[in-house]
């Protein structure tokens, strides 16, 4: 089945203690993105990468960071965690990086800070 | 800097009502337009893309208009039913590669 996986799927942590969020998918997609949803502001781009080895940033990239050492796999890390970055995080991908095929999304993961 | 805003916020109707969704944009230089349905606790999946070329795109009881010149976007539903229900989001694609999101409408489709 085609899916963008996500995980953890929740996550309650404290401050200060970096964490990892895998992304993973099994489309061969060019393209994968993160984004954080936040009540009252909706999906903001975190950062996004075209290809193997090419990241760029979205509109919120701080205090976050990401690779992409293959294809299939794109982990958003968080070095030194604070409570703003308590948020819905949802990870996307699509096919090609020109805009011409849709975005899919995982079910995202729900993280806390404390 | 492209802004994408959405109204309504929330919407209520009863069922078999036609119903638009309205999308605007400051920035005419998007290359795609998507349209997404959010659950409750769920992802968000893929409705519509409108590429810049176009004008609309038909899926079902769904249709999805672009209108770059005016910066707007709408969702058409026909025939509106309760598992309707839902978040509808739009998001306007960037020559950065970027996509900037609106903010979504509540929809609520009353048996």
């Known amino acids: 089945e085609a899916q963008v996986t996500q995980n953890p799927r929740y996550l309650i942590t404290v401050t200060g203690k970096k964490l990892t969020v895998t992304c993973s998918q099994n489309?061969?997609?060019?393209?994968m993105s993160w984004y954080r949803q936040d009540p009252g502001l909706g999906l903001r781009q975190i950062y996004y990468?075209?290809?193997?080895?090419?990241?760029d940033k979205g509109d919120v990239p701080e205090g976050y960071k990401v690779s992409r050492k293959e294809k299939r796999n794109f982990p958003l890390i968080l070095e030194s965690p604070s409570p703003n970055q308590t948020s819905l995080y949802f990870c996307?991908?699509?096919?090609?990086?020109?805009?011409?095929?849709?975005?899919?999304f995982g079910d995202g993961t729900r993280l806390s800070i404390l | 800097k492209q802004e994408v805003t959405q109204i309504p916020a929330a919407l209520s109707v009863p069922e078999g009502e036609n119903l638009v969704l309205n999308c605007s944009f400051t920035d005419s230089a998007i290359y795609n337009l998507q349209w997404f349905r959010q659950d409750p606790g769920k992802g968000l999946t893929s409705l519509l893309l409108?590429?810049?070329?176009?004008r609309e795109q038909t899926s079902g009881r769904l249709n999805a208009s672009l209108d770059k010149s005016s910066g707007r976007s709408t969702l058409y539903i026909a025939a509106s039913q309760p598992g309707d229900s839902a978040t509808y989001l739009c998001a306007g694609g960037s020559g950065t590669y970027k996509y900037i999101f609106g903010t979504g409408t509540r929809l609520k489709v009353l048996a």
């Open positions: 409108i590429q810049s070329s176009q």
């Open positions: 996307a991908s699509s096919l090609s990086r020109t805009g011409h095929q849709p975005q899919h």
């Open positions: 489309m061969n997609h060019e393209y």
């Open positions: 990468s075209m290809n193997v080895e090419v990241t």
